[in-house]
């Protein structure tokens, strides 16, 4: 499973070429209604057929452009192994997917630029976390949200303890010294081949170390630049052990105790979620009290107005932007003059300037909270919370 990462949704946001094509649709994951997966998609490349045509394109540059897109239309493992929603990107030269743990509006949207407004709940109070399942029989790893889980393969993890190599390594052998009846001292060196009756527990943790190393570091690699939160689950006396040596930024203090080995991912993410919704919601509600608190004092910390917020994120201004789900305004922006234009419709040269904004958030390291329109914060379709 493609795995959507903020780095990856920076790349995608940044890219720009003459024609960006992002389609979005709902997927089913199981049962009789997977065959309606690819007959979705047939209609997404349809809808981008007939607005490529509408530009102007020939038959043959129409062609060339959604080839990829078509060679994946009878790719059957990959229909049958779908989450909630599928969001597909576009260009004359590469096509990349990720799966997405929602439902999503069925559009096509063909522009310079992709478009990835709904693509922002994944890195919101909704958003995404992984769980970590450690025992020494087993090592799984799950991606989840509030809605879904789907188990995520690294590679270059060992799958359980005993996929570790005999360690050879003087590093991390371990040197008892040992009373001589003739005086002084002698020394046993005790590894994976030596095992003495009284260092059972420094050798069991010294092969624990090695195995947590082995996983925590193609762990790191696979999300490096993210933060998303890590919920760890396993029997008490395992877990210390692996935050002791692990460098992953984000791993929640609460863990799922028990072993994993007996739960399904479902279970697994029904109990990380209990543990981790809180802490989404705590992070929302403090800048949801931090603007009222603002726009209560009426000072210049605070903002309202999508003309105006435009300008201060692309400034770097916005530590925390709310905008309403679903909110739409066409336009174009320009940021060398300032110039923000309002359109009523989309056109191949302008943009959603709601997705524009909250791009322009992102990556410049501000938080962006998609949220119904009844629990905005001012009532309205978009908020910021400045740092200056």
Partial sequence: MNILTRKKLEDLINKEEKLCVSMYFPTFRMGVDIKQNPIRFKQRIRDAEDKL??????????????????????????????????????????????????????????????????LFPLFTGDGQYLILALSKNEMRLFKASRQMVKEIRMEEAPRSIHDMEVDNDPRTNLTIKTANPQGGTSELVYNSV???????????????????????????KLYKGDEIPLVLAGVEYLIPIYKEI????????????????????????????TLIEPKFLKIQE?????????????????????????????????????????????????????KIEFHEEQKIKNQDLMELVATLTITRGGTVYAVDEDKMPNGKTIAAVLRY
């Fill in 53 to 118: 045509f509408n530009m102007g394109l020939e038959k043959d540059e129409v062609k060339d452009i959604l080839k990829s897109a078509s060679d994946l239309i009878d790719e059957t493992v990959f229909w049958q192994n779908q989450t909630e929603g599928l969001a597909v990107f576009l260009t004359s030269e590469n096509i990349n997917y990720y799966h997405l743990p929602f439902e999503v509006e069925e559009q096509t949207i063909v522009s310079n630029k992709f478009y990835t407004k709904p």
């Fill in 194 to 220: 030596t095992q003495g009756q009284g260092n059972e527990n420094d050798f069991e943790r010294n092969e624990l170390i090695r195995y947590f190393r082995a996983i925590d570091e193609p762990l790191n």
């Fill in 286 to 338: 403090l800048a949801e009290e931090k603007y009222r608190q603002y726009s209560g004092q009426g000072n210049k910390l605070f903002s309202d107005s999508l003309r105006k917020i435009l300008s201060q994120a692309y400034n770097g201004q916005v530590e925390t932007l709310f905008i309403a789900k679903g909110a739409t305004q066409w336009g174009n922006f320009d940021p060398e003059t300032n």
């Fill in 246 to 273: 692990s460098n992953y930024p984000n791993i929640l203090d609460e863990f799922i105790k028990g072993n994993p080995e007996i739960l399904y991912g479902d279970d697994l993410q029904k109990m990380a979620w």
